[in-house]
């Protein structure tokens, strides 16, 4: 636990959007008078028709029920785009940084606004209409933001799947929210390297049982793909043939904008389903005020489009102020490990946004590949994905911030939308791995198992008692397992699955999840689905699959992998079992480390005890706690002597 206090630099209290006596009453203002405060900012974003109603929302048990501004009308393509055409047409929207440094592309406003209009014709002309769910499985290049945006101007509700999942999970996920259209590219590069991506959706349609009916090829690389007639179409040959206008569609602020399919304790994905006015108004709101962006600003935010994180934080949020938001396709060690600092340069970026599990790796390659760096532009640096280590965020300060720029740690998840604990650069002090104070109308609480509130200097499981706009309205065609999954858990409060602690200043320090999902380089995996797609290998009978300490992914993956009678447990099935779990999920749910064990240790009513298993994972012998009530206890000793050696 770090002791270190980073005062607010005067020179930001004065310029910033907000210092500390601004933060606390308009902290006060929000949580007070919601209707108030949020009716407020709503008027950040422009309507259609306005709003008369701000919050209506229920977390009574039975009857869960978010609504924000729910009588407005607006179009979320409309406020990233068009809006913006008079003033800063000719500014720079995106800035694109190909994988290769000598690639990239600027993109004005109105650049912009052609290519969405064009990708939202293309979309029409293939029977996209408002509310038909749309699937896009593209790497990062400026079509990624085109086609989502294309969706919004009509309506439609995108599903955007991370381009390292493999064709099963695309697959699911296509199926589970009845996408007809598929978006895609020829194929995804990165650090040099060619992903397969049409050839994944092939496999993957392959599976569905009604196929799909269009899937659009983007060319990124050229590669030659199977084209199959009728259904798939490469998109510059379609665009050639439709206009770059189409209206943008009044859609209400409860219409769905997208869904996007995240990892839980149990199951299968769960399709989070966001909506339109609340949503959009929270992305934006956040990203102004958390990074304090003003005009002239170079944003960039190193996530994917396949995370929410790349949904608010480099589209939506960036874009509904009027931002330049810079996309990355490539990965920060290629073609070498100062290629981060390389583009903060080539570009003047100001304010930079990534994942600690970037900084500890780049942190590896020691400071010379910084250094050698100017990074002059940088005036703000942020963090995101998972709690960041002390030791992190002082190299990250220290090093390539130069001591000079305020580091903004935000707390937040697929399911909240936006940042909901985060400092605000020119109000709140900084302490190295705290997440610090809760955004605007975000009224965290931290509770005991049994669920009473905690006062004061406290350590807990971390909930929020009430809602805010960028709040997810349901799991996309099971809203019963939305309530049971956040909020039955304790009663009338939004659970969040994440332990933290909270210190004598009411400063939050997020302590990771509490439940079985592990958090691998930022990256969300539940234990429950690497599990099945081990049991689902005609070897294997039993898995049990838990998280370990890792020094650069945060946590990675250990897989306990009981197996059918008479199988030898061979090196050899060992990378078997690792290549079969990257072929049913992806590459990032590859297990680190497979332990062969004849025996797990369950309860005698045959539940498996992941305590134990956790705590041998981490070599925390000692601390193994009452064996007793385990159905066999030697196998405990098995377990220990056999353990799998880290990396
Ligand atoms: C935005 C995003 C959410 C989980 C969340 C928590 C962890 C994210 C964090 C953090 C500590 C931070 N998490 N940001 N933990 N400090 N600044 O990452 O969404 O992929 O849904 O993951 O990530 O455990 O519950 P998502």
Sequence with gaps: MSEKVYDVPSQWAQKAYVDDAHYQSMYAASVKDPDAFWGEHGKRIDWFTPYTKVKNTSYDPGHVSIKWFEDGVTNVAYNCVDRHLEERGDQVAIIWEGDSPDESRKITYRELSSAVNTFANVLRNRGVEKGDRVTIYLPMIPEAAFAMLACARLGAVHSIVFGGFSPDSLAGRIADCGSKCVITADEGLRGGRKVPLKANVDAAAAQIEDGVDHVIVVRRTGGKVDMTPGRDVYYDEAAAMVTDECPAEPVNAEDPLFILYTSGSTGKPKGVLHTTGGYLVYASMTHQYIFDYHPGDVYWCTADVGWVTGHSYIVYGPLANGATTLMFEGIPNYPSVSRFWDVIDKHQVSIFYTAPTAIRSLMQAGEEPVKKTSRAS???????????????????????????????????QTETGGILITPLPGAT?????????????????????????????????????????????????????????????????????????????????????????????????????????????????????????????????????????????????????VAWVRREIGPIASPDLIQFAPGLPKTRSGKIMRRILRK????????????????DPGVVDDLINNRQNKR
């Design 378 to 412: 940088l005036r703000l640096l942020g963090s995101v994905g998972e709690p960041i280590n002390p030791e992190a965020w002082e190299w990250y300060y220290r090093v390539v911030g130069d001591e000079r720029c305020p580091i903004v740690d935000t707390w937040w």
């Design 429 to 577: 002090k900084l302490k190295p791995g705290s997440a610090t104070r809760p955004f605007f109308g975000v009224m965290p609480e931290v509770v005991d198992a049994e669920g009473k509130v905690l006062t004061g200097a406290c350590e807990g499981n971390l909930v929020i008692a009430d809602s805010w706009p960028g709040q997810m309205r349901t799991v996309y065609g099971d809203h019963e397992r939305f309530e049971q999954t956040y909020f039955s858990t304790y009663p009338g409060k939004y659970f969040t699955g994440d332990g933290c602690r909270r210190d004598e200043d009411g400063f939050y320090w997020i302590t990771g999840r509490v439940d079985d999902v592990i958090n691998v380089s930022g990256h969300r995996m539940g234990t429950a689905e690497v599990e099945s797609a081990l049991v689902a290998h005609p070897k294997v009978s039993e898995a049990a699959v838990v998280g370990f300490p890792h020094d650069i992914k945060g946590q990675g993956i250990y897989a306990y992998v009981t197996l059918m009678d008479g199988v030898e447990p061979t090196e050899e099935l060992r990378k078997e079992l």
């Design 616 to 631: 041998i994972a981490e070599d925390q012998f000692e601390s193994l706690g009452d064996t007793s009530t385990l159905a």
